[in-house]
């Protein structure tokens, strides 16, 4: 059997993951990530830490300085591509050199959404997307007081949190009426976003920047929907995020928001696959195409990728919500859905004084999502019921009491459980 | 891969399993120094879940597909070569990714040192700490395939 | 009147410099005599509950405690002891039987102790059992007068049905009640490793245990409790129980608070009722009767299986144990005053029966004497402690030994003799769930397999001493004993010369 060239545009979660799965499968055949951004690979959420200083560029690397070497692994680095050629197979980059391809795998990533402030200067504001966004953020908080961040997403409340880090004054502007939402229920975001103001973090929701103040082209202050004005002379951009796809609308690959994917995380056009923040796959509790941007999701389905490209067999069953965050020091945990919907129950149970919050929500007898906050000890448990979809009618009882544990279950369920 | 089975039958909820892994890992040969209140704890690898009367002592399966090391952030959480899944703390950051995928609850984040925390199956030692300790052979070490 | 004040039996001690508050003590103590204090960060001890059994200073993974008498004493008084005040005490405040659990206490002479081995100097010499064969194979059963060979060498004298033991060890009655179903499990599985037998007591045989029938020795007490019959097709042998060493002349008694649906289920009584043994069997009140009880237990298992009876060791024994072997058992089982109980009334645990020793030489020299000894076999327990006790019952008449608190030390217990409270903290005289767990029958089925393999190396070496290679020689040869420290009328009785002679 002849080798397969397998070339993969990116180079973070997705692109790993493929990697690894193809070489478990093949030790010779070739390899070639493309990633416009020059480091090793990294780990993206943990850029605030980069921000503040708390992890250097060693610190944040997400494998082995000798990866690529190990791997046997082509790795262009600081390269652009421009363009993919689904019929001639091929990729072009910035600069002209074609890379053809046997299989490839689209692992862009998502690139963050920037909101017209219609400002002319430059200086001041930037997004939070990469590990140079980190550093220069970083660099420019040194020399700033006022920190506005518009967003009070993942993104944007770690941000926030690393700026409060290196003594700024930070105020989060989100739209929602709560943080997070995306990530955290209403139980959740208003015990986080607790613990962020008694630490000094203001919070203004229903809200958004929509415009800039700047005197001698620096930064002053930005203005509001509502018309109030917050002095700043950093701003961080964190509105949200989108999938990267340009290469693939450009090749006439079926889109919807994310770049559609089958179970096997192969698109519309054929050898060529695509995983991560970019793709539109499975989500594993509606059984629908979603957009998941998510750090483990990305790598999950970069391996089923990189396994289907070599060959392997194996479907992908589907990607779940999943979030872990810590802000000052409060931990918090999700998976799934964050709320009931029609004809399904919620159980929570809060004690705000410690803070302590917990909730199931089931589908019938069903778990289909969980959330919990300061007691986050064995919260995997819960994603482990969930992605076993055995019945969980028992949570009703233990929920209010207490956090669940494996003792929870019925016998036989544990049993087997334990076996496994 | 092998792991410790508990038998939940004949577990005494005594935690001398968490005692003894606390002590291994301390460092420190006597048992009284080692823990001795005022002096941090390391963080145990196995723990004991209670329920009534019965009880349990949960530590990591060393997965062969094991979801907190496809979902590490950092790659932190590792493979051995002979085949048991650790924790490089000096790696890890604390995310508490590995936590939220866990299905047995195996893991845990060091309160102390903030960093993820699990069962290594005492390398180098003759038989695991919690495995010795136990007054009532509820803990084994067995070959699984999980 | 105010309430009596007893100090307390015992004073915990703990280093407080290697307490680790890991609270094991108290998780352990199911007596309630450990507690930790959450605002002041230490353990603190309730002496007056402490009951001494030293799980705690077991479990302690520091080493920090020493459970010792207590430091409070009454003045000495020979007469009027610590014991005789105590139990005085308590009975003016609750006017009730005082209850004890486990064997008597008191210092009565140990007349196993007062007896010594002979061994080989020159003549017939020692054997060595590493070395050579050494049989220490049991049959218990009904012998016949004489044995008759066909032409062709073969056996034509039919035998009745037979026990094999591979030594002359068993374990002795403890009910399913008393004990636990791993406890049961722990000495079923010890049986059969050791390829010997275990005794239901009076409890019934648990479904789960059916498969170690072959294995275990069923008794029909005079509750009849869990007997029907798969119960006595599923045995190795029948064991109708007349009395007991602990308590004899009385009945048994289980709480109804203890009879769980397990334990209702396999007893045949309704959950929640008092297990109440009556005294007597009350369809036997005379010889003929046991005659008839003994035939009646054949017939329904088919004559397939050794019938055999257990009395307590009283007064009249030999007279009795003759009147049995007439009436038609297999083999008897004397039960000496030292043995052990879940429950007894305190009076007559210590003050009912005689040693098993006197009983033993008693009932082997009288049937003897009638020339009745081959119609049965003699099995002897009460207090049997080691292999040099077993070996010395063996040299004055004993076919086989029964154990039962010696099995109970080896798994854990301390005889700290509370056992009627259900809360034994070593997890072996109790049915609360939360207790129970702690014995895991693996193991003490190791311990117990461990402990009586032991005694069958000491037993060969003791024999091997004596130029014995079959214990069948040993059996009543009491010339190869001596007693220092009796009188004449003792060791007439016992039928055993004086060291020196």
């Known amino acids: ?420 | 891969m092998p792991a410790i089975a508990a038998d939940e039958e004949y577990c005494m909820g005594c935690r001398l399993c968490e005692i003894a892994c606390m002590a291994q890992r301390s460092g420190i040969s006597d048992l009284a120094k080692a823990l001795r209140p005022g002096r941090p704890r390391p963080q145990p690898g196995t723990r004991v879940e209670t329920e009534g009367v019965r009880a349990v002592s949960i530590s990591c399966r060393h997965c062969q597909q094991a979801p907190c090391l496809l979902a590490c952030l950092t790659g932190a959480m590792q493979r051995t070569q002979d085949g048991r899944v650790v924790v490089d703390r000096d790696r890890c950051a604390g995310c508490g990714t590995c936590v939220l995928v866990c299905p047995y609850g195996a893991v845990a984040i060091s309160p102390e040192r903030k960093v993820a925390s699990k069962c290594d199956l005492c390398p180098g030692w003759e038989q695991p700490a919690c495995v010795a300790a136990c007054p009532n052979r509820a803990l084994r070490v067995v070959e699984e395939s999980p | ?501």
């Open chain 1, 1 to 420: 059997m002849r080798q397969l060239h397998h070339v993969i545009v990116g180079n973070s979660a997705a692109a790993i993951g493929a990697v690894e799965a193809i070489r478990a499968i093949s030790g010779s055949d070739p390899i070639t990530i493309i990633s416009a951004e020059p480091q090793h690979c990294y780990c993206r959420p943990l850029i605030p830490e980069l921000l503040c200083g708390r992890l250097d560029g060693e610190g944040t690397c997400y494998r082995p300085a000798d990866f690529y070497q190990a791997q046997g692994v082509r790795a262009l680095l600081g390269r652009a591509a421009v363009a993919i050629d689904p019929e001639l197979r091929g990729v072009t980059l910035e600069g002209g050199d074609f890379v053809p391809y046997d299989c490839l795998l689209l692992a862009t990533g998502s690139q963050p959404i920037i909101p017209d402030l219609a400002d002319q200067g430059s200086g001041g504001i930037s997004t939070l997307n990469s590990a140079a966004d980190a550093l220069a953020l970083g660099r420019a908080a040194r020399q700033a007081r006022w920190a506005v961040v518009a967003g009070g997403g993942l993104v944007g409340m770690k941000a926030a949190e690393a700026l409060h880090r290196l003594g700024l004054q930070v105020t989060v502007v989100e739209l929602a009426p709560r943080i997070l939402a995306s990530a955290f229920d209403l139980g959740a975001s208003s015990l986080l976003a607790r613990q962020a103001q008694e630490a000094g973090v203001r919070i203004i929701t229903d809200n958004s920047v929509v415009a800039v103040q700047r005197r001698s082209h620096v930064l002053q202050s930005v203005r509001l929907a509502d018309s109030t004005e917050l002095p700043a002379d950093l701003l961080v951009l964190a509105v949200g995020v989108r999938p990267q796809a340009d290469l693939a609308a450009a090749a006439g690959l079926a889109m919807d928001r994310g770049i559609l994917v089958d179970s096997r995380m192969q698109t519309s056009a054929p050898a060529v696959w695509a995983a991560g923040d970019v793709a539109q796959g499975l989500d594993f509790l509606s059984g629908e195409r979603r957009v998941l941007p998510l750090w483990p999701v990305a790598h999950a389905q970069g391996r089923v990728a990189g396994t289907a490209m070599a060959g392997g067999p194996g479907a992908y069953a589907g990607g779940l919500s999943m979030n872990s965050l810590t802000l000052f020091g409060l931990s918090a945990m999700s998976v799934g859905r964050l709320g009931a919907e029609a004809g399904e129950t919620e159980v929570a149970y809060a004690e705000p004084s410690r803070p302590a919050y917990r909730k199931v929500v089931l589908s019938g007898e069903r778990l289909v999502g969980a959330v919990a906050v300061g007691e986050v000890d064995r919260f995997g448990i819960l994603t482990g019921l969930i992605l076993e979809q055995h019945p969980c009618g028992f949570l009703r009882d233990i929920i209010p009491r207490q956090s669940p544990g494996l003792l929870h279950l019925p016998h036989k369920q544990r049993e087997e459980k334990l076996k496994k």
């Open chain 3, 1 to 501: 009147m105010i309430r009596s004040y007893l100090p307390p039996r015992f004073q915990v001690q703990r280093d407080e410099g290697r307490c680790i508050r890991c609270r094991v003590c108290e998780n352990q103590c199911s007596f309630q005599a450990q507690h930790y204090d959450e605002e002041d960060d230490r353990l603190v001890a309730q002496e007056a509950n402490c009951v001494g059994c030293h799980r705690c200073e077991a479990l302690c993974p520091t080493g920090a405690l020493r459970i010792s008498p207590g430091a409070s004493a009454y003045r000495e008084h020979a007469n009027w002891t610590d014991r005789e005040i105590r139990n005085l005490n308590r009975q003016a405040e609750t006017g009730g039987v005082l209850l004890s659990g486990m064997g008597s206490d008191r210092p009565y002479p140990i007349y196993w102790d007062h007896l010594l081995l002979d061994a080989s100097q020159v003549t017939n010499p020692a054997i060595d059992p590493l070395r050579e064969p050494m049989e220490l194979r049991t049959y218990l059963g009904r012998r016949p007068d004489a044995l008759e060979l066909a032409p062709d060498g073969r056996l034509a004298t039919a035998l009745e049905p037979q026990l094999t033991l591979e030594l002359p060890v068993m374990f002795s009655a403890i009910s399913y009640g008393a004990i636990n179903l791993n406890v049961c499990r722990a000495l079923a599985q010890a049986a059969v490793t050791l390829d010997t037998y275990c005794n239901t007591g009076e409890g019934g045989l648990h479904q789960s245990l059916y498969g170690y029938g072959p294995h275990t020795i069923v008794q029909v007490a005079s509750g009849r409790f869990g007997v029907h019959l798969d119960y006595l097709e599923a045995a190795a042998a029948i064991e109708i129980k007349i009395g007991q060493g602990a308590k004899p002349g009385i009945g048994g008694h289980l709480p109804g608070e203890k009879v769980n649906e397990a334990i209702s289920h396999t007893r045949m009584i309704p959950v929640g009722s008092d297990a109440l043994s009556p005294a007597p069997q009350h369809d036997i009140y005379s010889i003929e009767d046991l005659r008839l009880l003994i035939y009646a237990l054949k017939e329904a298992t088919t004559y397939a299986k050794p019938v055999g009876v257990k009395i307590a060791a009283v007064h009249n024994c030999a007279a009795i144990a003759s009147g049995i072997a007439r009436a038609g058992a297999d083999f008897i089982a004397i039960d000496g005053f030292r043995g052990g109980t879940g429950a007894a009334p305190t009076m007559i645990r210590d003050n009912v029966g005689i040693p098993i020793e006197f009983a033993l030489a008693a009932v082997d020299s009288r049937l003897r004497e009638e020339g009745i000894r081959n119609q049965v076999s003699l099995v002897v327990g009460g207090g049997i402690r080691c292999s040099a006790d077993v070996v010395k019952a063996i040299a004055l008449g004993a076919d086989a030994c029964y154990i039962a608190t010696a099995a109970l030390i080896a798994i854990g217990c301390t005889l700290c003799q509370q056992c009627p409270t259900g809360k034994c903290a070593w997890g072996i005289a109790t049915n609360d769930p939360l207790l129970a767990r702690r014995v895991n029958p693996e193991l003490a089925a190791e311990r117990l397999v461990n402990l009586l393999g032991g005694w069958a190396l000491e037993i060969r070496e003791m024999l091997g001493g004596m130029g014995i290679n079959a214990i069948e020689s040993l059996r009543g040869n009491r010339l190869r004993l001596r007693a220092i420290g009796l009188g004449d009328r003792e060791l007439d009785i016992l039928g055993v010369l004086p060291a020196g002679q």
